[in-house]
């Protein structure tokens, strides 16, 4: 019997339309992550250099992180750079598996997969944008206190400066230093007198006397936001801020420590040493 050309057509169709179809969606946006709806989107997975070194501002240099656009942290113009790899990549996939550490009284800070970085889906490039929010800073020590990782007694943590950092995206260390250099320097302070941010005598793997101020308290809720933003307040227009960075640490006898750098790393002080 023969089939009518029509019918074929229609045979097609049906066929076609049965088949099923792949669809790919499209990545997520910086929009969907800070609003933390990323289940119908892609979290990127590849990321590389971007083209662009951007002045710090007041003729204090560049800041050496390459992005695409200056000045603006990790929106989606700098979607694909290294720099906001942390933002697009880890922060995306927390949200996205919904099975990374937080805690209800921090708000959407987030401790990330590695259980070595926290951060916030909220557009803060850095330290300087940070304001009173201690909420990461919270989260840092409930992940210490809580045994996510490394612990109250060996644990630290850090926030990198401006000329330091390496993300776009503002982020807190959280590290296992049970031997830390600055630690052993502290116990031999008598805390009482830490009562105030006070430049220290510190002079050790390369950092110079009083480029490390600390602030000492019997509390396991430190407000390093309040701390840094003090701090940051004294010091006016010229480049010092851009050098600024900060870190927590604890002492054997029941001491929390904050601290702000002046020189150099925070992450390499507080994590590294």
Same mark, same amino acid.
């Given at each position: 019997m023969a089939v009518k050309q029509g019918n074929l057509i229609s045979l097609f169709i049906l066929l076609t339309l049965s088949l099923?179809?792949?669809?790919?969606?499209?990545?997520?946006?910086?929009?969907?992550i800070s609003k933390l709806s990323v289940s119908g989107c892609t979290c990127p997975s590849s990321f590389h250099a971007c083209s662009n070194t951007c002045p710090l501002g007041n003729g204090c240099g560049q800041n050496s992180n390459?992005?695409?656009k200056c000045d603006v942290g990790c929106t989606d113009d700098n979607k694909g750079c290294e720099t906001c790899n942390?933002?697009?990549g880890g922060l995306?996939? &927390?949200l996205r598996d919904g099975d990374c550490f937080h805690d209800s009284s921090t708000g959407s800070w987030t401790l990330l997969h590695s259980k070595t970085l926290i951060t916030t889906p909220h557009l803060l490039p850095g330290i300087l944008d940070l304001g009173p929010d201690n909420n990461g800073w919270r989260l840092g020590q409930i992940t210490l206190l809580t045994g996510q990782f490394s612990s109250w007694d060996d644990g630290t943590l850090a926030m990198n400066s401006v000329t330091s950092r390496t993300e776009e995206q503002i982020h807190i260390h959280v590290c296992d230093r049970p031997t830390s250099v600055l630690r052993k320097y502290l116990e031999q302070k008598d805390a009482v007198h830490?009562?105030?941010?006070t430049p220290m005598d510190f002079d050790q793997l390369g950092f110079?006397?009083?480029?490390?101020? &600390?602030q000492a308290a019997k509390t396991k809720d430190f407000d390093m936001a309040k701390l840094v933003s003090d701090y940051l307040n004294t010091l006016g227009a010229g480049c010092a801020k851009y050098h600024t960075g900060a870190g927590l640490?604890?002492?054997?006898?029941?001491?929390?420590?904050?601290?702000?750098t002046t020189q150099g790393s925070a992450e390499f002080l507080f994590c590294m040493n």
């Open positions: 099923p179809w792949t669809t790919t969606a499209a990545e997520c946006t910086q929009s969907d390459l992005v695409d942390l933002y697009f995306c996939r &927390c830490y009562s105030r941010l110079q006397k009083d480029s490390v101020h &600390c640490i604890t002492d054997k006898y029941g001491n929390t420590w904050g601290c702000v």
